[in-house]
């Protein structure tokens, strides 16, 4: 299903107003509907034959504004549920024939009934453990020292560690370990940036970690440790591989404190209306990515796994030789009815700020210097091309639009050299693209991921960017191009990872999509260009029937109709009317995951 194909037709029955049964555009054909829900038996969007209790429905919501991004039927006012499948969409008086004497009836009273939603790019594991320390998402550099130093008081032993702080804080060349020996001296401190992409530590934590001023850097200009002009460490760490060195060096974690961690995370992902994820890799320990993995499948069948999950083995650097192997045994290893790990993850390039995403054209503010990869140009034609020839899909980090144009450049030779198949290849993040390169996501049929918590006007965005930029920083996060190009969008908060705003909720990311705008205040400035604001209907594309298919799961959710699993949200109020600024702060009342309310009762 397209976006470009659907919302016009679903708009339709939306724009006329409130639900009304009689109109036609919403309702039911009779015959169809008793046959699909009355009968013995109906047929699912995969063809599995469901059978139909004779007592009725298990649930039905009615009574209210049923959002199904279904073409064929844009709005309903009722859905009833058997099981952990939707067993028909329609009008109250439609919906509640199939009432019997178990049914469980939820009444709406106007409030809005959509699919549940789907994360297209989250680090469950990884933004549950750097979330777990002292949070520096503060106002400003000096707020930051405060929050440090009042929390190593309260904490007067063992390691210190947190997540938030921001590039904007300090200066291009980062910040130092000895701002911090000033606050804690006699032990290890170790803080994430926000972008989850560098560190900064304090001496105890390089000295813990045996890195010195002869230490190799992991992926030379691209993994490596800041130096002064005496070729010491400075505490700023860049990149994956040389963050992972020191973290496991100093605070080394377990697989089940790292599922511990995220366990408690749970609850909160199914309030945010979370039903279905893509895991954009896990933080491994020692080398086993599977060690992490595996604990959803220990959750789903346990019965405590809220979420589908589409997993990825990520590689960060070579060697390469191995990778489609690697993701084979991991994907026969970790397998059960909710999980599947079937997506190669690529690290192809790193940030903006810290100047390790790489470009076409040099930074602004580094004239001579364009970033890089870890990958060279024929590691990453083999690795694409292998991956792609073993049947997998790819999911490509590319901040930077030298990253984007090689991942095209290497999926374009795959689609040329492989057997046809259906692929559905995903490059993410996109933070800029050139003009000549975003036609080709239609072309090749390369879906665009983007994290549209990052779209707001901020002093990343505003003023980091327009640094790295200059007047490039005018065309950033071009989702609406995408569309207007013919290609296929889908959301993924990308958390904990940001640029200034962090965040796992997708009504969040729907807000900022369609304002530009930090949420908070109406009037806060709004990041050009104002043409690529998304309409909330394509922006909830994007964060649910989008992202279903870039994981392969449309089949199975992303729309509200017969035979689809029951994953669906119920808001407090309808977000396609009102003001957009609100669109965040509405409450979700109730989430139901295969039929199952995993946030809020029935």
């Known amino acids: 299903m397209c976006i470009n194909c659907d919302l016009n037709e679903i708009l339709g029955g939306f724009v006329s107003g409130p639900v009304a049964p009689a109109a036609s555009a919403m309702k039911l054909n009779r015959r169809r509907f008793m046959g699909a829900a009355l009968a013995c038996t109906a ?17 039905i919501l009615r009574g209210g504004k049923v959002y199904t991004q279904n073409p064929a039927q844009p709005w309903a006012q009722a859905l009833a549920v058997n099981g952990k499948t939707i067993a028909a ?29 789907v994360e297209g790019h989250i680090h469950p594991f990884l933004g549950s453990f750097l979330t777990s320390g002292v949070d520096l998402q503060v106002a400003d550099r000096e707020e930051m020292f405060k929050v440090i130093e009042r929390h190593a008081k309260a904490h007067p032993t063992g390691n210190i560690r947190g997540f938030g702080w921001r590039v904007d804080m300090f200066p291009p060349e980062g910040p130092t370990r000895q701002e911090l020996d000033r606050i804690i001296p006699d032990r290890p401190a170790f803080f994430f940036a926000i972008d989850g992409h560098s560190l900064w530590a304090n001496s105890k934590a390089l000295e813990m970690a045996k890195i010195g001023k002869d230490t190799p850097d992991p992926v030379p200009r691209f993994s490596y440790y800041v130096r002064d002009e005496k070729g010491y460490p400075t505490g700023y760490v860049l990149e994956v591989n040389a963050v992972l060195a020191l973290v496991n060096a100093v605070e080394s974690i377990s697989p089940a404190g790292m599922a511990n961690l995220m366990e408690e995370w749970l609850p909160k992902a199914s309030a945010a209306g979370i039903t279905s994820i893509f895991d954009a890799g896990v933080p491994p320990i020692g080398a086993d990515q ?4 595996s604990f959803y499948t220990s959750l789903d069948k346990a019965g405590r796994l809220p979420f589908r999950v589409v997993g990825s083995y990520i590689v960060k650097s070579p060697p390469i030789d191995d990778a489609v192997k690697e993701l084979q045994e991991v994907r026969k290893a970790v397998s059960s009815e909710l999980v599947d790990i079937s997506v190669m993850k690529i690290v192809g390039d790193g940030t903006q700020e810290g100047y390790t995403a790489w470009l076409v054209e040099p930074y602004s503010d580094k004239p001579d210097f ?23 899909d790819l999911h490509i980090h590319a901040c930077g639009d030298g990253t984007a144009r090689v991942a095209l450049d290497a999926i374009e030779k795959a689609i040329a050299t492989n057997p046809q198949r259906e692929r559905r290849h995903t490059i993410a993040h996109l933070v800029y693209v050139t003009d000549e390169d975003i036609p080709r996501f239609g072309k090749l049929k390369v879906n665009s991921q983007f994290s549209a918590n990052w779209f707001s006007a901020d002093p990343d965005t505003a003023g980091i960017l327009v640094d790295r930029y200059g007047e490039r920083q005018k065309k ?10 013919g290609g296929g969008i889908s959301f993924g908060t990308d958390w904990p990872a940001a640029g200034y705003f962090s965040t796992f909720k997708p009504l969040d990311s729907i807000q900022i999509a369609v304002t530009r705008q930090l949420i908070g205040k109406a009037d806060n400035p709004v990041l050009g260009p104002l043409d690529e604001r998304l309409t909330v209907a394509e922006a909830v594309h994007a964060a649910t029937l989008g992202a279903a298919r870039q994981i392969r799961l449309e089949n199975k959710v992303g729309t509200l109709e017969p035979g689809k699993f029951a994953d669906l949200v119920v808001l407090e109020r309808n977000i396609f009317e ?25």
């Open 43 to 59: 047929v699912a969007a995969n063809g599995a034959v469901l059978a139909q209790p004779a007592d009725g429905a298990t649930l």
């Open 89 to 117: 969409v329609g009008s109250d008086a439609e919906i509640d024939k199939l009432k019997g004497p178990g049914t469980k009836v939820v009444e709406l009273n106007g409030r809005l009934v959509m699919p549940g939603f």
């Open 290 to 293: 599977a060690a992490v993995l």
């Open 370 to 392: 364009r970033g890089a990869s870890p990958f060279s140009v024929e590691e990453w034609m083999k690795l694409v091309g292998d991956t792609d020839a073993a049947g997998f």
């Open 476 to 485: 950033l996060y071009r989702a609406k191009s995408a569309l207007k190009a």
């Open 578 to 602: 009102g003001d957009v600024h609100d669109i965040a702060a509405t409450r979700i009342d109730l989430t139901l995951m295969n039929g199952k309310a995993v946030h809020g009762t029935v």
